[in-house]
Every structure is written in C-alpha cells, then in structure tokens.
C-alpha cells in the first residue's frame, strides 16, 4: 500500500515518507491530480487507522497521497538530539515546501490532533505566504488548547487508559533518545513521569527549545492565533472528544475569516463511526476531501 522514501533533513538527521501506492493509468490526466499531505497525531503512522481510511478514499478519488512521519515514528529512532511536538511548524513548512518542488498540482494537508496543532500553526506562522504551498489545510480532532486537552487527559478515566497507553510508547522511545545521547535529559525523572505534563516537562518542553511544559503548551497552541490564517482552514472538533473539551473549543469569531469551523456533536478523537457496529470511519475522510477540494 506504501512505498517509503526517506528524506534527509536540513540538520543532518532524517524523516521516513511514506507514499500511497496507486494502479497506473494508461491514460495519462491533463493535469496532475491533486496531493495529500496527512500529518499524524501523536504516536501515529501511516499504519493508523485514519491514516489507512484517508488511504482508501485518496485512492477511490485518484489523488496521490503521502504521510511524511515526524521524527522516530517511522519504526526506526532518528539520529539528532530532539523528537517531535505539537508545534513543530518549521518541520511542517520544510515538509510542504519540499512537497511543492516535487509536486506541481494541487496540494491539500490534514493534520490529525498533533499533526493537526502544528499544520495550523505553520499556517499561522506562514501567513499569505502558505498559499504558494497549499491550497487548503484541515485540523481533525486536534488540541489547538494545549493546555485544555493536557489537563483532560491527565484526569479520570483519560489518566487511567489513554495516559498510561501513551507513555507506554512514549517512554522507551525517549528512553532510546538517552542512550542515544547520555545525558540529554533527567533520566530518572522521565521514568518517575506520570502523565503528559510530566513528560513535556522533563523531555518535550527541553528538547525543543521551551521553558517547561506551560511554556510549551503556551507558545505551542494554535487556538490564540488562528485569526491569522491566509488560507482556506477548516478546523473539525467532535463536542465528545475526550482529548479536547467542548469548552476549550474556538468560536467563529476569533477564529478569523479563512476558518471554518465543524463542530458535530459526536464523533470522539479521530472516530466519527458509521454503520452497524463496530462501524466503519469512511465517513471522515469523505467529508474532509470534499470540503478541501470544494476550496
């Protein structure tokens, strides 16, 4: 289904991107067809299962599709002192420019939760400018308030389940950075952490350049500045979403006049199921591509 390609980046390390496989054509189109650029969330690949439902509907649409992995997610550990975050917009606009020398047709980008939190702030970060790379963007389940949704998943039930799922991956993979770079961090207070705040804190915040985790989560969110988007955004939030409060979510005047914002009540982080049970998540990447390409 993927054909990997991996690119070396500008500080000497590397990403794995991953390319939909699609039947060639014998007639060759007019124009090329349009490009999609999907951004995992956090601890997602090209084997998540959007990522494989956004697959399928690229490939139903004959659009070229590609998932460019943030640092160490590709299944191999990268080779610089840092990893990825919510608001890695220089690793996004390096991506999409890259994206725009190899691809002279359309471009449309998602960004799923973290991916998504980051594409918006390279929107932001870019300005007029993002629209000689794209031509429109969209945030699915994201936690454009960082600090909204670190809260929400640090308590309750969300503490007990995802928390713990999360640092399951987390950890060793931070764990695999320090013996990579001995030193890099406090060891022992990356093993003592026992929610993402205490993560950010000791391994997120540091690498990457911020203060602590309130600094991070700060700088880092897209909702304080989304009115300075230039470029089509549809920003798309269940009210369900664990991850994401209802509360914390934008309103559409703030939000600025190139957002739109969808805000069903249903759907959870990244589901969106439809059907009889246990449903099919068809439906998401449907809506998506037709409102992207409606831009």
Avoid at 18 to 45: I, K, M, N, R, Y
Avoid at 59 to 64: A, I, N, P, S, V
Avoid at 177 to 186: C, N, R, S, T, V
Avoid at 202 to 220: C, K, M, Q
Wanted: proline letters at 7%.
């Amino acid at each position: 289904m993927w054909r990997r390609e991996r690119w070396d980046t500008p500080d000497a390390d590397f990403i794995d991107v991953d390319w939909l496989l699609t039947p060639s054509q014998t007639d060759q189109p007019t124009a090329p067809p349009p490009l999609l650029v999907l951004f995992h969330g956090l601890e997602g690949s090209s084997g998540s299962h959007y990522a494989q439902a956004f697959a399928d509907h690229a490939g139903q649409l004959g659009w070229t599709m590609a998932v460019p992995h943030f640092r160490g997610c590709s299944g191999e550990l990268n080779r610089a002192p840092r990893a990825y975050h919510s608001g890695d917009h220089e690793e996004i606009r390096w991506i999409l420019e890259r994206m725009r020398s190899l691809h002279s047709g359309k471009i449309y980008a998602v960004g799923v939760s973290l991916g998504g939190n980051a594409l918006l702030r390279w929107a932001e970060e870019s300005g007029h400018r993002a629209r000689t790379t794209a031509q429109a963007v969209c945030a699915v389940c994201s936690p454009i308030d960082l600090a909204a949704s670190g809260h929400a998943i640090g308590q309750g039930f969300n503490r007990q389940v995802y928390t713990r799922m999360f640092l399951r991956s987390m950890k060793p993979r931070a764990l695999q950075k320090w013996a990579q770079f001995p030193g890099l961090f406090d060891r022992q207070a990356l093993l003592a952490a026992k929610d993402l705040y205490d993560f950010d804190n000791v391994f997120t915040a540091p690498l990457h350049g911020f203060r602590d985790t309130n600094d991070y989560w700060s700088r880092a969110s897209a909702k304080p500045r989304l009115d300075a988007i230039r470029l089509p955004a549809l920003v798309l939030n269940a009210q369900n979403d664990p991850f994401v409060p209802a509360s914390s979510l934008p309103t559409h005047a703030p939000a600025g006049d190139w957002v739109t914002l969808w805000q069903p009540q249903h759907g959870g982080h990244v589901g969106f199921a439809q059907g009889a049970f246990p449903g099919h998540v068809l439906a998401l990447p449907q809506a998506v591509a037709t409102w992207l390409h409606a831009q």
